[in-house]
């Protein structure tokens, strides 16, 4: 069974920090391309960052960059997205994407609330 699993979001005062999980199981997680998502309310969800295969490339949205990391553990099958210097345009639910295109294969997870708020 594929799964998908979010950890980490909270409530977070802005300029603070947090650090997302997702945890993956059921496919092999090495083959694909690992991408985290953010929908906030009334808009439509974006591309936060993603990460290729082996972690070599990495690659942000313009609102993130600089402030947010995107990283893989393929042994514990594992991504990462630590957030630093959170603004409160950075409030969404945060989803974490697997993608093998290759083989038509997409998974979603259920994402995790990250409130950024004073």
């Known amino acids: 069974q594929v799964q998908l699993v979010e950890s980490g979001g909270g409530l977070v005062q802005p300029g603070g920090s947090l650090r997302l999980s997702c945890a993956a199981s059921?496919?092999?997680?090495?083959?694909?391309?690992m991408k985290w998502f953010r929908q906030a309310p009334g808009k439509e969800r974006e591309l936060v960052a993603g990460i290729t295969r082996d972690g070599g490339v990495k690659n942000y949205a313009d609102s993130v960059k600089g402030r947010f990391t995107i990283s893989r553990d393929n042994r514990r099958k594992m991504v990462y997205l630590q957030m630093n210097s959170l603004k409160l345009e950075d409030t969404a639910v945060y989803y974490c994407k697997a993608e093998d295109l290759g083989a038509n294969n997409v998974y979603w997870g259920q994402g995790t609330q990250v409130t950024v708020s004073s």
């Open positions: 059921g496919f092999t997680f090495h083959y694909y391309i």
